[in-house]
Each structure stands twice: as structure tokens, then as C-alpha cells.
């Protein structure tokens, strides 16, 4: 039988390049957060300026994953998520592909 021609990526991203950036990040917010966790959502990503996307549009259809898969051609090397839960509000920073991921309780 024929063998299947394999396809190569033609801009990868190398740590090499990564490094001369600097770090990129995405700043999100995930589930209802209210209204001053959103507000500490737009202040992290003017803080976090020129290394973050300050104009991320989030919407309920897209999922974690989704980011992900985006996050490695673009380079982005952190994500940094708010989160509510019951007892507190979160913010997780994740080092992308492959972790660590921290978490700190916001009061």
C-alpha cells in the first residue's frame, strides 16, 4: 500500500523563542465569578501588559481545552484563571503544556 504523507509544522515554537519573548499569558475567568472578580480579571491582564491578551473573549460554549490546544501555537506559557466556588473565590496559575499548577484563595 501507499504511505500517508505526514505533515510537518513550519513555524514551530521552540523554548529558544519563548525565551526571547518573555512568558505569555491568558487571564480568565471561568463559571460566575461576580462582579469584582471580573473586575480583578481586567486588572491582572492591564497589570500583566504587553505579555497577556487583554482582549480575550471568553463565552460559555468554549471550555478549558479549548484554550489549551490555542495556547501552543500562539506561545502562551501561563494561564491564570479565577474561579468561585462555595466557600471562596480562586485564582489558579497553570504553566502550560505540563504544569505545575498553583492555587491561592482570594478573599
Avoid at 505579555?51 to 502562551?76: C, I, M, Q, Y
Avoid at 491564570?80 to 503544556?97: D, G, H, I, Y
Amino acid at each position: 500500500g501507499r504511505t500517508r504523507r505526514r505533515k510537518h509544522r513550519t513555524q514551530r515554537v521552540t523554548p529558544e523563542s519563548i525565551g526571547e519573548r518573555g512568558p505569555q499569558s491568558f487571564v480568565m475567568r471561568r463559571g460566575n465569578v461576580g462582579r469584582t472578580a471580573q473586575e480583578l480579571v481586567e486588572d491582572i491582564r492591564t497589570m500583566m501588559l504587553p505579555h497577556t491578551a487583554s482582549k480575550l473573549r471568553e463565552r460559555r460554549s468554549n471550555n478549558l481545552e479549548d484554550f489549551v490546544h490555542v495556547a501552543g501555537p500562539l506561545g502562551v506559557t501561563h494561564l491564570l484563571l479565577v474561579t468561585r466556588t462555595e466557600m471562596s473565590k480562586n485564582l489558579r496559575v497553570v504553566r502550560l503544556p505540563h504544569g505545575p499548577t498553583l492555587t491561592f484563595r482570594i478573599c
